[in-house]
């Protein structure tokens, strides 16, 4: 393939060399998309190649910007990119074409990302796995049969398969640190308020959602949260302001840290052996390298906290809903959208306001018990995942669950609960029970790929710190990172063109 160093640089490395004439930006382009021809059409990542408009806005884009030339993805949710489409995943965005650039895009394209596409996502973000009808399944490049988690599963697939050093994802339930786990990336949900979503909106979810992206380097993800983390007029939420630079955090001293650990899931279910195994060996390296490490966990009250995020998940989709369905000049109908999506409206549009103010309340208290949770601890470690990757289709839902869930109209709010909790939640969530929490209160959480299973699949550990603490989290990434690294592991379908 063009330029075979690609494969093994990530962003910043990339960046250096164009600056240094080694390559030139359009041969770096060239070579990304080469890569997304050849590699893509195996695991579905990119669902909207932008390849002329990329070539175009090379010639436009800052030299002087510090990832000039830099081959980047947008997730096809949310975002919105002036001239391209954002569908969502959802049949009825299929042909609607942005008029605006989101501000998180425009920060992108001024530190000097060339964006040549756009990644599968589930229909509204809404599950942990990627397998919207619209676009059809995205699979993981570490084995094509199973999931590469989501929402921002093609995002993380893009990136684990080399096609990009680096792209774009959100995090509303564990967006970001889901796919990262499964994939084998280093994936940071940063704190509420830390990156914008204007102009279009200032929150998601209850500001559950935040963005961020998806890399194989700790200073990758360091040095993209320094390009966009300023905030606009009019933000709901202020996260506090960094002392310094994010990449400075980076190969910078932790201390020793008191570092919590649990290998028990959060919400729902189970930890598989595999997890668990990757949990105690991550506090084992913890305590090698000098910290202290200890076992606990944040107090919280868990059927309050699930019953809270489903119904606020659940308003915020009957919103989206509501909103697609307008803009196509159409009423909302089943036949329009996925029946978990339509579930989920259903609950949004039965929850009455007292009752989402008692979530939110819920919500609220829980963040001031986990925040006192970490005034005495400096870190809490648990899994990301409870299990290694699922197969595609593990969580489809079967014909009598299908026609259930689109049938139901009028029923009370409890039973729209339980029903939606047995047919799409249970088993959803027990997959992916410990990255809620932290979308919940707000406190920045990050995914690192330091273990894989006996399979050779990559299994994340999460690590959660204080409200604002994401220099915390990268200067321990970074440790991690120096003491057992993970950036020459290649996904099996690239160890032949590696000559591995």
């Not at 669902?47 to 800052?62: E, M």
């Not at 830390?194 to 700790?218: D, I, K, N």
């Not at 819920?362 to 699922?390: K, M, Y």
């Not at 220099?471 to 099996?492: G, K, M, S, V």
Request: proline share 8%.
């Amino acid at each position: 393939m063009k330029f075979p160093e690609y494969d093994t640089l990530d962003a910043i490395g990339l960046a250096e060399k164009i600056r240094a004439s080694e390559v030139s930006a359009p041969e770096v382009l060239e070579a990304a998309i080469e890569r997304i021809d050849t590699r893509n059409p195996i695991l579905n990542a990119v669902v909207n190649q932008l390849y002329d408009r990329a070539r175009q806005r090379l010639t436009q884009l800052p030299k002087d910007a510090p990832f000039y030339g830099v081959p980047f993805l947008l997730k096809d949710l949310k975002i919105q990119l002036e001239g391209t489409v954002t569908t969502n995943s959802t049949r009825l965005r299929t042909s609607t074409v942005s008029t605006q650039t989101s501000v998180l895009a425009q920060r992108y394209e001024d530190a000097g990302l060339v964006v040549v596409g756009k990644t599968n996502t589930p229909e509204f973000g809404i599950m942990g796995i990627t397998e919207p009808q619209l676009r059809g399944p995205c699979r993981n490049p570490w084995n094509t049969n199973l999931t590469p988690g989501g929402s921002s599963g093609g995002s993380a697939a893009a990136v684990a398969s080399r096609m990009v050093p680096c792209a774009h994802g959100g995090d509303g339930g564990g967006s970001i640190r889901i796919p990262a786990s499964a994939c084998g990336l280093f994936g940071l949900k940063p704190t509420r308020g830390r990156v914008t979503m204007a102009p279009f909106m200032g929150e998601a979810w209850g500001g559950f959602v935040q963005e961020h992206v998806l890399t194989r380097s700790v200073r990758d993800s360091a040095a993209l949260l320094d390009a966009v983390d300023a905030p606009t007029p009019g933000e709901p939420y202020a996260a506090p302001h960094k002392a310094r630079p994010w990449l400075d955090e980076v190969g910078d001293n932790p201390g020793q840290l008191k570092v919590a650990f649990t290998t028990e899931t959060l919400y729902a279910g189970q930890t598989h052996p595999d997890c668990e195994a990757a949990v105690l060996s991550a506090a084992k390296l913890l305590e090698g390298l000098g910290h202290h490490v200890v076992a606990a966990r944040p107090p919280f009250v868990r059927e309050e906290l699930v019953s809270a995020y489903f119904q606020t998940i659940a308003s915020g989709i009957s919103y989206f809903v509501q909103s697609t369905a307008k803009e196509a000049g159409k009423k909302p109908r089943a036949a329009d959208f996925e029946p978990a999506t339509w579930m989920l409206h259903q609950i949004g549009m039965a929850t009455p306001a007292p009752t989402l103010l008692k979530a939110q309340i819920a919500i609220n208290r829980a963040a001031r018990e986990v925040a006192h949770f970490f005034s005495d601890h400096d870190l809490v470690l648990t899994p990301t995942l409870s299990g290694p990757p699922v197969p595609i289709g593990h969580f489809e839902l079967s014909l009598s669950e299908r026609v259930q869930l689109t049938a139901l109209r009028t029923l009370p709010l409890n039973v729209l609960l339980n029903t939606a909790l047995r047919a799409l939640g249970t088993n959803a969530l027990a997959a992916t029970p410990n990255t809620q929490l932290f979308n919940q209160t707000g406190q920045p959480a990050m995914s690192v790929p330091l273990h894989t299973n006996d399979a050779g699949l990559p299994i994340g550990v999460q690590l959660a710190a204080g409200f604002g603490q994401e220099a915390t989290l990268f200067r321990l990434a970074a440790q991690l990172e120096e003491a057992q690294p993970w950036a020459d592991r290649l996904p099996p379908m690239l160890k032949q063109t590696h000559g591995a």
